[in-house]
């Protein structure tokens, strides 16, 4: 059992794919998985092709567990085998009660704690924002995988996270994996980037691991489109793009399964 997040106090740069991804390929590996959205755009949803589950008017969603208005069984949504979902409605609201009641922060733990017992895995997938909901889930995290992207805005993104945990007293060490992303071999940026990432990866945060980094691929919003995954054994509409789904497919299980997120 673990408790997985991915995150980055910069927006877009890829932290909900990867965390549906890497759930995704976990569940197809027999993991029983439940991904958290403490991100009220719920847009992990749409990866999946359940995004009709966001605007479902009944109340399946965090706060109303919360509050003891409904069984956990309410508000999950099974977006593939072994793989379930849970949104929220209003983060900011949820963020205001945690701050004004602490008793409420109480709760949420033991609520996502006793989850623990029933699933081999949960995944938080975050906002970029921060709130007092992020906090005290980063802080029950038990990995974080911090996702860069590479270029000068995205460095932003990592040195304004170390600020943050900082701030906020969040520990650097639960950082495990540093994930670049937006990646190309042959473009200059990303590998001036990448080098910069580096150096100062070893300056603040010199025990988490800087993966292999995740190419920049036009297949991937294609599937999203289609509410695909990459790990469905979906056709395509042409060898072309199968062959690019497969590619990336390749990479992706190469970076999953040189972590250790046990
Ligand atoms: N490897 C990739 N190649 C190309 N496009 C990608 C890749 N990964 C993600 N994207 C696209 O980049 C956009 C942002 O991705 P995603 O929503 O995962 O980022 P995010 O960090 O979760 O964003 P937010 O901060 O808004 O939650 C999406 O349109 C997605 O389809
Ligand atoms: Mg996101």
Do not use: W
């Not at 673990?2 to 740069?13: D, F, L, N, P, Q």
């Amino acid at each position: 059992m673990a408790i997985i997040s991915t995150y980055c106090k910069k927006g877009g740069v890829g932290k909900t794919t990867l965390l549906g991804y890497l759930a995704h390929y976990y569940s197809q590996k027999g993991k029983k998985v439940l991904i958290i959205s403490a991100d009220d755009q719920n847009s992990i949803f749409k990866l999946f092709g359940v995004g009709d589950f966001i605007t479902d008017s009944t109340d399946n969603y965090l706060e109303n567990y919360l509050t003891g208005a409904c069984e956990a069984s309410d508000i999950v949504c099974e977006a593939r085998d072994n793989m379930y979902i849970i949104k929220t409605l209003n983060t900011d609201r949820l963020s205001f009660t945690l701050t004004v009641k602490r008793q409420e922060e109480r709760k949420i733990i033991d609520i996502i704690k006793d989850f623990t017992n029933y699933f081999d895995y949960i995944f938080v997938d975050f906002p970029p924002s921060s709130s007092r909901l992020s906090e005290v889930l980063l802080d029950i995290s038990d990995k974080i995988l911090l996702i860069i992207g590479l270029d000068t805005l995205g460095l932003d993104g990592y040195l304004n996270t170390i600020q943050y945990f900082v701030d906020t007293d969040i520990d650097l060490n639960k950082i495990k994996y540093i994930i670049p992303t937006g990646y190309h071999p042959i473009k200059l940026a990303p590998n001036k980037a990448l080098k910069e990432l580096k150096k100062q990866a070893s300056a603040y945060t010199p025990d988490a691991q800087i993966t292999i980094p995740v190419s920049d691929k036009s297949i991937v919003r294609n599937l999203q489109s289609e509410g695909i995954s990459v790990f469905d054994n979906a056709e395509m509409p042409s060898k072309f793009h199968q062959k690019n789904r497969d590619e990336f497919k390749k990479e992706l299980k190469k970076m999953f399964d040189g972590m250790d997120l046990e």
